[in-house]
């Protein structure tokens, strides 16, 4: 079956830590896309890629980096210059940018600062 | 900015009640999408509204795209105990270097009465 496969479902981070997220699809969508959600808070975007080796800050991309080697595979790195990185992290990809009705989002990584 | 406002942000119910819920923006969206999270997972789109004016059901699921374009609402009738969740509206920006992407309300939480 098709989907979006997000690991690890929880993540432990020390102060001063980098940890990577893992976000893979076999859609075959061009686009991927990272939110952040914290408690009774809408989803914020962090990073978007619309293709291959390209990809573009959203709204808080401050803390964050992303690479985009492979249609399949969007990985978000969560860098110690993020100051307060415990919150729940959503992967998603769409066919493209446009197609609304194509938004399949991931079951979510946990990140918590210990 | 483009914002969603959602309301309520919580409320309970209890099983067979009609929910109702909305959506507003101070702008013009052209589309409207609304999705259901499940605690600890990843939102799941249930209606897609593309027309001013438009209504459109999925099973128990009502939602209507405001004649200003401005608002939406999603009603759910003889809710069940699988009703609980976080229900999200959604949207794409209309303008700025991110326009396409969804930006999302922060959401209203539906539990079950005590």
């Known amino acids: 079956d098709g989907g979006i496969t997000q690991s690890p479902k929880y993540l432990f981070r020390k102060e001063g830590q980098n940890v990577t997220l893992s976000c893979e699809q076999n859609?075959?969508?061009?686009?991927m896309y990272w939110y952040r959600q914290d408690p009774g808070q809408g989803l914020r975007l962090i990073y978007y890629?619309?293709?291959?080796?390209?990809?573009q800050k959203g709204d808080i991309a401050e803390g964050y980096s992303v690479s985009r080697e492979k249609k399949e595979s969007f990985p978000l790195t969560v860098t110690s210059a993020q100051k307060n990185p415990t919150a729940f992290y959503l992967c998603?990809?769409?066919?493209?940018?446009?197609?609304?009705?194509?938004?399949?989002f991931g079951s979510g990584t946990r990140l918590t600062v210990v | 900015g483009q914002q969603l406002n959602q309301s309520p942000q919580s409320m309970f119910i209890q099983e067979g009640e009609d929910v109702s819920m909305n959506c507003t923006s101070s702008?013009?969206?052209?589309?409207w999408l609304w999705y259901k999270q499940d605690p600890g997972e990843g939102p799941v789109l249930l209606i897609a509204l593309y027309k001013a004016g438009e209504l459109t059901s999925n099973g128990r699921l009502t939602a209507q795209f405001g004649i200003t374009r401005k608002d939406s609402f999603l009603n759910i009738s003889a809710s069940i105990p699988s009703d609980v969740g976080i229900y999200f509206c959604a949207g794409p920006l209309n303008y700025g270097g991110s326009q396409g992407n969804l930006i999302f309300g922060k959401g209203t939480k539906l539990s079950v009465k005590p």
């Open positions: 859609l075959n969508h061009d686009a």
């Open positions: 890629s619309q293709i291959v080796n390209d990809f």
């Open positions: 702008s013009i969206f052209n589309t």
């Open positions: 998603a990809s769409s066919i493209d940018r446009r197609t609304y009705y194509g938004y399949t």
